[in-house]
């Protein structure tokens, strides 16, 4: 018989009470409201989005790196294995009881990952880091953006409209340099998403990474390297950042 889960802490959010929870020695969860965020025990897709973005700029000499949720720390985790010495990563996080937890109890899931020199938490909206970026241009855009959020875009679904809506895109596009990764991590496919950077000016590739059961998608964008997407004029985000998964 399994064993019970045991909350371990918890918090109050405008979502609902987000709890972490454990069982046995290994099975760690996060809930929010009682519904499950995120599991230690299911996260190929996610490490397969942070890999490839990463991998795609690692030979730059001193790169910039914007994560989106923090989660467990596994996708920060990824990011750090797969970046030089001399790179910067800022991870945006909405919830402080979040970082706690993974500066604490659960810290060893990924080696102490959010403690790395290299990382910089913001208590903040992703949305709000990006459009930052992109009017400030210069050297305060970034070489790589990954979102790894709770469902990822999804086609007539307006809550995520400051993510991954055509201003998102452009302005995600204005805070890459040139060849920049945009990385997205998305519960199924989105044939409107996939217009729409195409529409900003990204190539793009997607992978399904695992084998058998739901599979997950990974999208990883490309800023051209030659053309400079126009600095639009940004709208405030209707609505605040997806909640964070892995």
């Not at 979040?98 to 020199?117: E, F, M, Q, R, Y």
């Amino acid at each position: 018989m399994a064993k019970p889960w045991q909350i371990l802490d918890n918090a109050d959010t405008d979502e609902g009470v987000i709890e972490l929870r454990q069982r046995g020695d290994k099975d760690f969860l996060i809930t929010i409201d009682n519904r499950v965020l995120m599991t230690s025990s299911a996260n190929r897709s996610e490490l397969v989005l942070s890999e490839l973005a990463s991998k795609a700029i690692q030979n730059q000499s001193n790169p910039r790196v914007l994560i989106g949720g923090l989660g467990m720390g596994y996708t920060l985790q990824a990011a750090l294995d797969n970046l030089p010495p001399q790179a910067t990563v800022v991870v945006a996080e909405l919830n402080p009881v979040v970082v706690k937890w993974c500066s604490g109890p659960i810290a060893h899931l990924t080696n102490g990952a959010v403690n790395d020199p290299r990382v910089t938490v913001e208590i903040a909206d992703v949305a709000t880091l990006i459009t930052n970026a992109a009017m400030e241009g210069g050297n305060g855009r970034f070489d790589a953006i990954i979102l790894d959020l709770y469902e990822g875009p999804h086609e007539g679904d307006d809550e995520y409209e400051h993510l991954y809506g055509d201003m998102a895109l452009e302005l995600s596009g204005s805070a890459l340099m040139p060849g920049g990764v945009f990385a997205v991590w998305s519960e199924d496919p989105d044939k409107s998403f996939e217009k729409r950077l195409s529409n900003a000016g990204f190539s793009f590739a997607k992978e399904r990474p695992g084998r058998g059961g739901r599979r997950h998608v990974v999208y990883i964008a490309c800023r051209p390297e030659t053309t400079s997407p126009r600095r639009p004029t940004p709208k405030k985000p209707a609505r605040k950042q997806g909640r964070s998964k892995k």
